[in-house]
């Protein structure tokens, strides 16, 4: 099969784009106002203006009605590659063994076979089909944890145009297997742990790729989760992050398992307690899931003002609720990620909506403006980038622009509302980083994407194939 070609990026560094928006969402001010009828004004990578007139002059001009012009959305927790592996193997409970989560009997063992079987050329094709799925889903800024043999993600979101924190795992030990007493350390190093052979990867890794394409490729510190990580690994992992000023991000009670094992291996305490006594809790923690906190471990993140990421349908394919609106309610600054479970970020939003609705029963939770903030503000907080989930002047160029004009998206009242309730990835119109222009019309602009989607499922179609991938999934 002949591979795509991608075409270089254009530079925009010296061109304006104004974009009309029936509907922009101004954050100059503050929080969150609609403005009706406004131009977005870029200039090279960042915002110039927000004016209620058209522009003299712009080398490109998106003048279209029914428009709603949203700053770049952040989908801060994705696995492009074992969710791959999973997509419609895991559903309706196959795969399923011992009611063991998947984590361990497939996304992990199948990832690690999945990466020795592929070449090179095959992982990047599976890494640019996941990023434009990404894309096409609506995200502009996307951090995603993988294993440390997949580079060819950050290959990928740089020829592609996102802006992305790879977040390349640490192990204690990198083969970790669902045991009879919990996670089992299956080091594949000599020394009894592989933690400091990840260590040393994430950091050639960092220095191949921090800061690259203009600050648009960046690295996040990944220790993958309390099960599979010692207490030295954890140490260590948190005061590198600390010293090079890097996003730090683990899974945390993710399933019950998680929970015994952490509380048998070390003195009864919670996954969050164990992060806690290490020192990792802080306002640099992305911790995901936390499906299984109890209210005081709730209690215990949001005093350390940790970020927690909530993504809500990878659960529901379990049959677990993970309710947005519980960690809310906690007081926890709380993002909306899809795990990769499903790319489609306005979907992944509604389905945070509702199940905190019926969680709670009651309706005034996990509402519009709060949900919007989940994927704009909150981001641009746990990260630390004041100049990323808003529109204002000064601020990165990264929007996306939403298709109101859509049948299935009127009559509406409120555009905010709308969006939540109604929106999903089919109503993405144009994804803007760093000034460019990669999503328009709801097509990828600067790829093939149909040539790249097709390599790419080869690709993950070559790990199904495998006996190991067939052992897996078949049901028990
Ligand atoms: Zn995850």
């Not at 106002?33 to 522009?55: C, K, M, N, Q």
């Not at 063991?100 to 076979?113: D, M």
């Not at 990047?124 to 434009?132: E, F, P, S």
């Not at 808003?390 to 160029?397: R, T």
Request: glycine content about 8%; some cysteine.
């Amino acid at each position: 099969m002949p591979r795509p070609s991608l075409m270089p990026l254009p530079n925009v560094a010296q061109q304006t784009t104004a974009i009309f928006g029936s509907y922009v969402l101004d954050g100059s001010h503050g929080g969150q106002r609609v403005l009706r009828d406004h131009w977005v004004i870029l200039e090279g990578d960042r915002i110039a203006a927000i004016h209620p007139s058209r522009p003299a002059q712009a080398d490109h001009v998106i003048d279209t009605p029914g428009r709603f012009v949203l700053p770049g959305l952040m989908n801060l927790h994705n696995h492009c590659f074992s969710e791959a592996i999973a997509r419609s193997h895991a559903e309706d409970g196959a795969g399923k063994k011992n009611d063991q989560s998947i984590v361990y009997t497939v996304l992990l063992p199948l990832s690690k076979t999945g990466l020795d079987v592929l070449t090179p050329q095959e992982r990047l094709d599976v890494a640019r089909m996941g990023i434009t799925q990404l894309l096409l889903g609506g995200a502009t800024s996307v951090m995603e944890p993988f294993r440390n043999s997949l580079p060819e993600m950050f290959t990928a979101a740089e020829e592609l145009g996102l802006r992305f924190w790879g977040a390349p795992y640490l192990f204690s030990a990198a083969d970790p297997k669902a045991g009879n007493d919990g996670v089992e350390y299956n080091t594949t190093s000599t020394t009894g742990r592989d933690s400091e052979r990840d260590l040393t990867q994430w950091k050639a890794l960092y220095d191949r790729w921090q800061g690259k394409a203009d600050g648009r490729i960046g690295l996040a510190m990944s220790p993958h989760a309390t099960d599979t990580c010692d207490p030295d690994l954890l140490r260590a992992a948190t005061a590198m992050a600390r010293e090079l000023n890097v996003p730090n991000t683990i899974h945390v009670a993710q399933s019950a398992g998680e929970v015994k094992t952490i509380g048998a291996r070390y003195e009864g305490r919670t996954p969050s307690e164990y992060l806690d006594w290490l020192g990792v809790l802080g306002p640099d923690l992305l911790a995901a899931h936390c499906v299984y906190a109890t209210d005081n471990d709730l209690q215990l993140m949001q005093s350390k003002d940790v970020t927690v990421m909530n993504c809500p349908r990878v659960f529901s394919r379990s049959g677990k609720t993970a309710a947005f609106g519980r960690f809310e309610a906690a007081g926890l600054r709380v993002m909306v990620g899809t795990d990769g479970y499903n790319m489609d970020l306005l979907g992944e939003l509604n389905a945070a909506a509702m199940i905190s609705k019926v969680a709670a029963g009651r309706p005034d939770v996990a509402t519009a403006p709060a949900l919007i903030s989940s994927v704009t503000e909150a981001g641009a907080q746990a990260l630390n980038r004041p100049d990323l989930g808003h529109i204002a002047p000064g601020a990165k160029a990264d929007l996306t622009v939403i298709d109101m004009a859509h049948p299935h998206l009127q009559p509406h009242y409120d555009p905010c509302r709308t969006l939540i309730a109604l929106a999903n990835r089919s109503n993405i119109d144009t994804v803007i980083v760093d000034g460019r222009i990669l999503v328009s019309g709801g097509r990828l602009a600067v790829a093939d994407a149909q040539a790249l989607t097709r390599a790419g499922s080869a690709a993950i179609q070559k790990i199904w194939d495998q006996p190991e991938a067939r052992d897996a999934f078949a049901s028990s």
